[in-house]
């Protein structure tokens, strides 16, 4: 585990690549579901990205509590991380390219069709726009493939 965090710590550290900012840039909606929370460069974390990865590691959407306001705030610091570590990765050639993950995309896609299901309602039903289901295929090749170098046990 420590491994894993100080892998992360150093794709932090080499992720010049954004910088990401606290406040929602000027002109952004105010409240709402895609309200932008931060931005990595020109990549925005919004709420709606911060609840799809609460309902995914807590099995739960935030609420207005307190304490889910907190876990709002770390979930999406959790996710500028994890999109400067995504695009030094990319830079580094240590993780998969954009091409691998835009050929992992089709597969996933093919997949959902033989079941019977398009693209566009998986993505309805998971809350995700296209664009940032890519980013998350990128995010899971990209890091599989840097653990898979560099994570010893």
Known sequence: MNVIRSAAV???MLAAVGIAQEEPPAGAPKGGE???LARV???PITVNDVQRLAQQTLRRRLTA????QRLMRFLARELVTRELARQALQKSKWGATWEEAMLE???RQEMLEKSGRTLSDY???TGISKDAWAREVHWQLAWKRYLEHFATE
């Open 34 to 36: 895609d309200r932008v």
């Open 41 to 43: 460069g020109k990549i």
């Open 123 to 125: 993505l309805k039903e």
């Open 105 to 107: 995309c089709r597969r």
């Open 65 to 68: 509590s307190e304490v889910d």
């Open 10 to 12: 150093t794709l932090v």
